[in-house]
C-alpha cells in the first residue's frame, strides 16, 4: 500500500471525495449517511475510506485506526453486510446495537458500516431506525445502497444523502490497467461486457469467464446439439468462480494474519478473528454468486451480438467484437436469439433464488442447444 491517504486510491469520485473530506475538515460531521449509486461503482470502498478518515484526519491508511478499520479489528469499527448474498437480518442488526452499547469507546467515533443496506429485511430495517431517532453519542452510521427503492424512507430521510455516479468508461478502464494490472485488450472487453461497471468488469477480467467465451461461441453456433459439450460448459463457468474465490481466499488468509499480528493475546481475539472470517465468509460467497451472473452476461452478450449482426447493424456495435468472425457464421433465427435470450433471464432468476449452479447452467445449455 502507498503512504499517500486512503483517498487517493478512490477513482472517479472527486466531487464526493472533496465533500466527503471537507465533512472531516470542517468537523461536521452528522450521525447517519447513506451512500447510493450504482452497483460497483466504488461505494464500499469511499465509505471504507469515509470510515478511516472520521478516526483519522488523513486517512493515512498506515497507522493503528486506519488499518484497525481495513482490517477489522478497530474495537469501535463495525461492518455488516447481507447474511449469505440475500438479505440483512433482524439478528444482524440486532447483535450490532448490542456491540454499540457494549464497546468501550476510545477517544474517537465509532463507526458502523451497513453495506447493501437496501438488502435489509424490514424488520432489521425498522430495528435500525429506533437507534437512528436516537442516535447514541459519537456513533457515525454509513449506509451502503445501489437499490433506493428497497431502502426505506422513514431510514433514507435520517441519513445525510451522498450520491454517487456510474463511472466514466475511461476511469473504469484505468482501474483495471494500472491498478489491477489487467492487459489492455482484456481490460476493453471487460468495460465493454459489463456496462462500464467497475466492480463487475473487475470481476469479469479476473474470473477467467473470458477465456470460456470462445468455447462458448462456438457451442451457440455449432449447428448440431451436444449435451456433453453443454455440460462442459456448464462445468467450466462453475470452476471459473471457484477459483476465483480461491484465489479471494488466500488473499483473506494473509489479511486474516495480519490482522492477528496486531491483536495476539489480547482479549477478543478470538471473537476478532471469527467475525473477520465470518465476513471473509459471506464476501466469497457474494464474489461466487457475482460470477454466476457475469458468465450469464456472457451468454446473454453473445446472443444480443447475434441479433445485432442480424439486423444488419455495424460490428462495432457487438460487444464481442474479438470474436466477430465466429459470430457471422452462426445461422440462427430471430426468434430463437429471441427466446434464448428470455431462458438466460429464467436462468438469472434461478441462480439468484440459489439454485445449484450447476444445474442451472446446465439446465440453461440443454434448453438453449434445444432452441436452436
Ligand atoms: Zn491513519
Known amino acids: 500500500m502507498k503512504d499517500s491517504s486512503l483517498w487517493e486510491q478512490i477513482k472517479g469520485h472527486d466531487k464526493t471525495v472533496n465533500l ?87 477517544n474517537g467515533y465509532r463507526v458502523i458500516i451497513i453495506d447493501d443496506a437496501h ?25 451502503v445502497a445501489s437499490d433506493m427503492n428497497n431502502v426505506l424512507s422513514t431510514i433514507s430521510s435520517r441519513c445525510q444523502r451522498v450520491n454517487f455516479s456510474a463511472l466514466k468508461v ?46 462458448m461461441v462456438d457451442a451457440i453456433v455449432a449447428e448440431k446439439p451436444d449435451t456433453a459439450r453443454s455440460v462442459e460448459l456448464a462445468s467450466l463457468l462453475v470452476a471459473a468462480a471457484k477459483k476465483r474465490t480461491a484465489k479471494i481466499k488466500k488473499d483473506q488468509e ?10 495476539e493475546g489480547s482479549r477478543g481475539a478470538a471473537t476478532i478473528k471469527r467475525n473477520l472470517e465470518t465476513r471473509h465468509h459471506r464476501e ?16 446473454a452478450s453473445i446472443y444480443r451480438d447475434l441479433l445485432v449482426l442480424k439486423e444488419n447493424a455495424d460490428e462495432k456495435f457487438i460487444a464481442n467484437v474479438d470474436l466477430s ?24 432468476q434461478r441462480i439468484e433464488q440459489n439454485v445449484n449452479p450447476l444445474l442451472a447452467f446446465e439446465n440453461l445449455f440443454f434448453t438453449l442447444e434445444a432452441v436452436v
Request: a positive charge.
Open 20 to 106: 466527503l473530506r471537507g465533512v472531516i475538515d470542517k468537523k461536521r460531521l452528522t450521525h447517519a449517511y447513506l451512500f447510493c449509486g450504482p452497483r460497483g461503482v466504488g461505494k464500499a470502498k469511499t465509505a471504507a475510506t469515509f470510515a478511516a478518515a472520521i478516526n483519522c484526519d488523513q486517512a493515512c491508511g498506515t497507522c493503528v485506526s486506519c488499518r484497525g478499520i481495513q482490517n477489522l479489528t478497530h474495537p469501535d469499527f463495525h461492518y455488516i453486510s447481507p447474511e449469505g448474498t440475500q438479505t440483512i437480518l433482524l439478528s444482524q442488526v440486532t447483535d450490532l446495537i448490542k456491540k454499540i452499547h457494549l464497546t468501550k469507546q476510545n
Open 119 to 143: 438488502k435489509m429485511l424490514p424488520v432489521a430495517a425498522n430495528a435500525l431506525l429506533k437507534v437512528l431517532e436516537e442516535p447514541p453519542e459519537r456513533v457515525v452510521f454509513i449506509l
Open 170 to 215: 475511461e476511469v473504469v478502464r484505468d482501474i483495471l490497467i494500472n491498478d489491477l494490472k489487467i492487459s489492455k485488450d482484456k481490460a476493453d472487453l471487460a468495460v465493454m461486457l459489463s456496462g462500464g461497471m467497475v466492480g463487475e468488469a473487475m470481476e469479469i477480467a479476473s474470473s477467467g469467464l473470458l477465456k470460456v467465451r470462445k468455447t
Open 254 to 263: 494473509i489479511e486474516v494474519k495480519e490482522a492477528m499480528s496486531f491483536v
Open 284 to 299: 466469497r460467497a457474494r464474489v461466487e454468486h457475482r460470477c454466476y451472473q457475469q458468465a450469464l452476461v456472457l451468454v
Open 325 to 348: 468472425f465466429e459470430l457471422k457464421s452462426a445461422k440462427i433465427e430471430r426468434a430463437q436469439l429471441t427466446s434464448a435470450l428470455a431462458n438466460i433471464d429464467e436462468a438469472k
